[in-house]
């Protein structure tokens, strides 16, 4: 059992003077408090010159099997009204989960005496027995044999087919031959004729049975042996999901009224009813369970990224994160129940006092200058949006009225359908990529070169949406040219020319490590926030719906 004060790190630097914030952290959307900071600042410190265990952050240029990791801090006053912080990392570091200072996994499956490690060597077992069995020359031989049986039946039978159609023409031709015959001769010959004709069926039929007979002798063996495949696959297969039961239910999540909740219950909503793989793990549950299990009070909370980013994710070294949602919200949204939180800025509406420029119109289209913070379309909270505007603005138009979208924090160019002939057309410009986009980005770094292309295919980050990961298996295809326009000192002005339009795809693109691995400024998603995000879209040029006539519209960014 931990000792409270093992893991109550006292403020080495002084904090008079920060005032305690009005409420907790709102987990997954946050400014990190003063306080956070300063924990985080000497958290990092500790972290560059400790020599107590090793990991390989991808820090200092090995990156073949570096691991980052999210570490966090909760500032908490305890019982005596002293003011310090507890820290915490997701997962295992340096392959363990008990470390010096942080606190403990809420359950550690990794202990001696963990049911865990018994039960999974059963499990392995079974794994063993069961790739044994696949591998084994018998199921192998037994597979070889039945081909190559079926095969050389195949062939003899094919043989013997060839044979009686060669016979069926001779005895064809014989019996044009014996039309010249007596009637007696004539009747003979077709009776010797028919003769031949049964004794090659029956002699293909025995074909068959004698080839047929081998084949099930083999194929009996070879199911019999499945048969036990079947068995010990299911066999594992319970096994692992009463041992994955067993386990979640020893994940036992306390909140400030003392009020327990497993990991089954919490994610009992969910269509499978199965929590998704590290439940529980994260950095931000630990910190909470500590802090409850020994009256600690919670004051603010944040978590960083300590590490090379994931080949698939976007994590920026020492950038603070909200909590990802997949994963947390059910868990924190129980631990933190009773608890005065910070408001969720995603509720609030970011729109709200911005005009939405209208450019251009006409009886078929309007063209848009969309502000940053601005929805394209209503959301599962907000319903002000550029489509609830441009229903208001022209209540007359049919159809959906929106044709493309732009992420909220992305400014600029929007054309809006006012009819289902012009959207209709416009759709189909956009789905053959005949539509021509430029973007105007600042991203936050020098860029190498001059111009280029990236492809990196995208998926949604199942655990933690919207965010996207690159991703080679299930990704779908995403491709931006880019053309740097002005270099100033710490940051580069790029024309972006997205070819594909993939969520988040040029802010992937420019963040990630295989893209330009610069986050375009205030990204607060794959990069830091800042004033807003420093991408617009520029430049729209399409066919006109009605005309056909090419048109083009472009307007500058206010960054």
């Known amino acids: 059992m931990y000792c409270a004060q093992q893991c109550f790190t006292p403020f080495r630097a002084s904090v008079e003077g920060i005032a305690l914030p009005e409420r907790f952290t709102f987990p997954f959307y946050y400014e990190p408090h003063k306080?956070?900071?300063?924990?985080?600042?000497?958290?990092?410190?500790?972290?560059?010159?400790?020599?107590?265990?090793?990991?390989?952050?991808?820090?200092?240029?090995?990156?073949?099997?570096?691991?980052?990791?999210?570490?966090?801090?909760?500032?908490?006053?305890?019982?005596?009204?002293?003011?310090?912080?507890?820290?915490?990392?997701?997962?295992k570091l340096a392959e363990q989960n008990l470390l010096p200072g942080f606190v403990p996994p809420v359950f550690d499956m990794l202990t001696q005496?963990?049911?865990?490690?018994?039960?999974?060597?059963?499990?392995?077992?079974?794994?063993?027995?069961?790739?044994?069995?696949?591998?084994?020359?018998?199921?192998?031989?037994?597979?070889?044999?039945l081909k190559a049986l079926r095969e050389a039946k195949e062939q003899a039978v094919g043989e013997l087919r060839a044979e009686i159609i060669d016979n069926r023409k001779s005895r064809k031709a014989r019996r044009v031959a014996g039309e010249q015959l007596d009637a007696a001769a004539f009747e003979a010959l077709q009776q010797q004729l028919g003769r031949e004709s049964v004794a090659e069926k029956h002699r293909l039929r025995l074909l068959n049975e004698e080839w047929d007979s081998q084949i099930e002798v083999r194929a009996t063996q070879l199911a019999s042996l499945n048969a036990d495949l079947d068995a010990l696959k299911q066999r594992r297969a319970k096994q692992s999901s009463a041992l994955q039961l067993k386990l979640f239910a020893?994940?036992?999540?306390?909140?400030?009224?003392?009020?327990?909740?497993?990991?089954?219950?919490?994610?009992?909503?969910?269509?499978?009813?199965?929590?998704?793989?590290?439940?529980?793990?994260?950095?931000?549950?630990?910190?909470?369970?500590?802090?409850?299990?020994?009256?600690?009070?919670?004051?603010?909370?944040?978590?960083?990224?300590?590490?090379?980013?994931?080949?698939?994710?976007?994590?920026q070294h020492r950038h603070f994160y909200g909590a990802c949602q997949g994963k947390c919200e059910p868990i924190l949204g129980h631990m933190l129940a009773g608890i005065e939180l910070d408001d969720n800025p995603l509720l609030s509406n970011p729109a709200e006092g911005k005009a939405l420029p209208i450019l251009y119109q006409d009886e078929a289209i309007a063209v848009i200058n969309k502000p940053a913070e601005f929805l394209s379309v209503p959301g599962k909270n907000i319903s002000d949006s550029v489509y609830s505007r441009m229903k208001q603005a022209f209540p007359r138009a049919s159809g959906p009225l929106i044709v493309h979208r732009l992420d909220m924090s992305t400014s600029g160019l929007m054309v809006i359908a006012l009819s289902s002939e012009a959207n209709k057309a416009l759709?189909?410009?956009?789905?053959?990529?005949?539509?021509?986009?430029?973007?105007?980005?600042?991203?936050?770094?020098?860029?190498?070169?001059?111009?280029?292309?990236?492809?990196?295919?995208?998926?949604?980050?199942?655990?933690?949406?919207?965010?996207?990961?690159?991703?080679?298996?299930?990704?779908?295809h995403a491709h931006t040219y880019w053309q740097v326009k002005a270099r100033e000192e710490g940051s580069t002005l790029l024309s972006l020319f997205p070819k594909t339009g993939r969520t988040h795809q040029l802010r992937v693109h420019c963040a990630h490590q295989d893209g330009l691995g610069l986050p375009i400024i205030g990204d607060d998603l794959y990069g830091a926030k800042a004033n807003r995000l420093h991408l617009h879209a520029q430049y729209l040029a399409f066919n006109h719906p009605l005309s056909g006539e090419r048109v083009s519209f472009s307007c500058e960014p206010d960054f």
């Open 250 to 315: 020893q994940y036992r999540f306390l909140n400030q009224a003392g009020e327990v909740k497993d990991l089954n219950s919490l994610f009992s909503h969910l269509p499978n009813g199965l929590p998704p793989a590290g439940a529980g793990e994260c950095a931000a549950p630990k910190l909470l369970q500590f802090a409850f299990e020994h009256h600690f009070k919670p004051i603010a909370m944040a978590e960083f990224w300590w590490g090379a980013s994931p080949k698939s994710e976007v994590k």
């Open 113 to 145: 005496d963990s049911f865990f490690h018994g039960e999974q060597l059963a499990i392995n077992q079974l794994t063993a027995e069961l790739e044994a069995l696949q591998q084994s020359s018998v199921l192998s031989g037994l597979k070889s044999e």
């Open 35 to 91: 306080l956070c900071e300063l924990a985080a600042s000497e958290l990092q410190e500790y972290l560059e010159h400790q020599k107590q265990w090793q990991h390989n952050f991808g820090l200092s240029g090995e990156r073949e099997g570096a691991i980052g990791k999210m570490f966090g801090v909760l500032v908490v006053q305890n019982e005596q009204g002293e003011l310090g912080y507890l820290k915490a990392f997701s997962g």
């Open 427 to 476: 759709v189909q410009q956009f789905i053959g990529r005949t539509v021509e986009k430029r973007y105007l980005a600042k991203v936050a770094g020098e860029v190498k070169g001059d111009a280029g292309e990236i492809k990196l295919p995208l998926r949604v980050d199942l655990d933690d949406r919207p965010r996207q990961l690159v991703c080679f298996e299930h990704g779908k």
